[in-house]
């Protein structure tokens, strides 16, 4: 930004529209910005004093010909934009030559909205923000953000925003607050009084007691060893905890990185940890047998060579899908052998060696806890998996047996034939079954299930319908 720049910021009484407004103002910036109600259109008149007529609603599209009138059809310099739709593409169109257009919003950008190509022609700039990846993947930005922050808290540029501040018995009642869209500034929840004479001894007063939500975190320094991590899932599951902090593994598999696939994963895994220092990742493929006891007592020595064991996820499977009266006795037992072996092996020797797991998971099934047709060697394969957790958490060590539904772009149940025949369950995404399993993996249950049930689906589907026809009936009509 440059002195004298013009600029229209979006949601000027939020946080970050105040905040942009003392920047623009340190600048001698000629400013307009959007509000949403005739009070924040006030409060900038007087905490700001910004011109009324350079203050627009945001609730239509009319500020783009306020704007354009205002500076003779040339437009602003900058758009600090969070709109979305409609008012995106009003945004857009105030930009000047050669001027920036920076979106801060996250929506347009999900739903890979379409934008016009033209207006490049006149030299704009469309500047995307996404301050997690800045943080995650910009060396030394960080730092040069707070650089640039304590620098500009004492020339008058940075200060303190309007704020709404609620007790911490009250947190409630602060995001209900906050979805109303009423407030100015910041929503603070206040946790604890201040200390008021700052000269004295620091005395911190005790924190109130508050309900928590635990989030899924995994040790960069330890090992993570996924039985049948080669697998569909376990290709996912590897993404998903490096990205949760975990940096070391050992997949196992009886015949190694054969797919095409399964090599294009683990070398897009390898280069990200070259172009950025934070992912450098190490991962170890193992053929060891542990559905032998010695075997897996070389597994587990294999990955204490890469740091101390964090967690065993074990999903290795077979699956003979088959009506009992025609399985065979080989059949049945290598089903079993393959899900209660190696789980069975890890936890003996885990208890042995006095290794206290951080996670110590088994990826069973719904058909364990509701039964499925030509499956019932693998539902009694992952309920002796299900007691031996149910016996680690009677020992205070952590357990845990995730009963999955029906999986459908992944897995064992995508990659053959294998029709799922659960009456009333519909098969889930992978992205919705490693959105929930941050909350599964905090759970103090030995067994847990993540099911998504055709009533579910027909009850909100019915909603919507019911919905459709009251807005026709009383509202349609007229």
């Known amino acids: 930004m440059e002195t004298d720049e013009s600029i229209l910021i ?12 003392r920047v623009c103002q340190f600048y001698d910036c000629d400013i307009f910005v959007t509000v949403g109600t005739e009070e924040k259109k006030k409060f900038l008149m007087t905490e700001y004093n910004i011109p009324e007529n350079r203050i ?3 609730r239509d599209i009319q500020f783009k010909y306020r704007i354009k009138s205002l500076t003779k059809g040339k437009g602003v310099n900058l758009v600090l934009n969070s709109l979305t739709g409609e008012k995106l593409e009003a945004s857009y ?8 257009f920076v979106e801060i919003g996250k929506y347009d950008l999900q739903m890979n909205k379409q934008l016009g190509m ?3 022609l006149r030299d704009i700039s469309f500047i995307g923000v996404s301050v997690d990846r800045k943080l995650y993947f910009e060396e030394g930005f960080i730092d040069r953000f707070y650089d640039w922050m304590h620098k500009n808290s004492n020339n008058g540029m940075i200060k303190p925003i309007n704020r709404t501040v609620f007790k911490a018995e009250d947190a409630e009642k602060a995001f209900r607050y906050m979805t109303t869209g009423k407030h100015m500034g910041k929503i603070v929840i206040k946790t604890r009084d201040e200390e008021s004479d700052k000269t004295a001894i620091r005395v911190i007063n005790t924190a109130n007691t508050l309900k928590v939500t635990s989030k899924t975190y995994f ?27 975990a940096r070391k593994f050992v997949l196992t598999s009886r015949f190694g990185a054969k797919q095409d696939y399964q090599k294009y994963v683990l070398n897009r895994i390898a280069s990200m940890g070259e172009n950025f220092k934070m992912f450098e990742t190490e991962i170890v493929i193992s053929t060891h047998d542990s559905n032998t006891l010695e075997g897996s007592r070389q597994l587990l020595a294999e990955a204490s060579k890469l740091g101390p064991i964090g967690g065993v996820f074990h999903l290795a499977l077979v699956l003979n899908d088959c009506l009992i009266e025609n399985q065979t006795y080989d059949k049945f037992q290598e089903t079993i052998d393959s899900k209660t072996r190696t789980f ?14 951080d996670y110590f998971v088994v990826f069973s099934s719904v058909s364990c806890g509701k039964g499925n047709a030509g499956q019932s060697n693998y539902g009694f394969a992952n309920s002796v998996c299900e007691r031996i957790c149910e016996s680690r ?3 205070g060590l952590h357990g845990l047996a995730i009963q ?3 999986i459908g772009d992944v897995g064992v149940l995508a990659e053959t034939d294998v029709v799922s025949s659960l009456a009333g369950i519909v098969k889930q995404r992978i992205n919705s079954c490693l959105d929930i399993l941050d909350k599964l993996l905090q759970s103090r249950e030995a067994i847990v299930s993540c099911v998504v049930s055709l009533y579910q689906i027909f009850f909100r589907t019915s909603i919507i319908l019911d919905f459709n026809s009251i807005y026709y009936q009383f509202i349609g009509k007229s």
């Open 10 to 21: 979006h949601s000027g009484a939020g946080g970050v529209g105040q905040a942009a407004i």
């Open 56 to 58: 627009f609603s945001s």
């Open 93 to 100: 169109e105030c930009v000047a030559d050669c001027g920036r």
């Open 118 to 120: 033209f207006s490049f």
């Open 219 to 245: 040790d960069p320094n330890k090992t993570y060893i996924i039985t049948g991590g080669l697998g569909g899932f376990g290709m996912e599951l590897v993404h998903w905890m490096l990205f949760l902090g």
């Open 344 to 357: 069975q092996n890890m936890d003996k020797i885990t208890r042995e060696l006095s290794i206290n797991l």
């Open 393 to 395: 958490r009677r020992d």
């Open 404 to 406: 999955w539904g029906p």
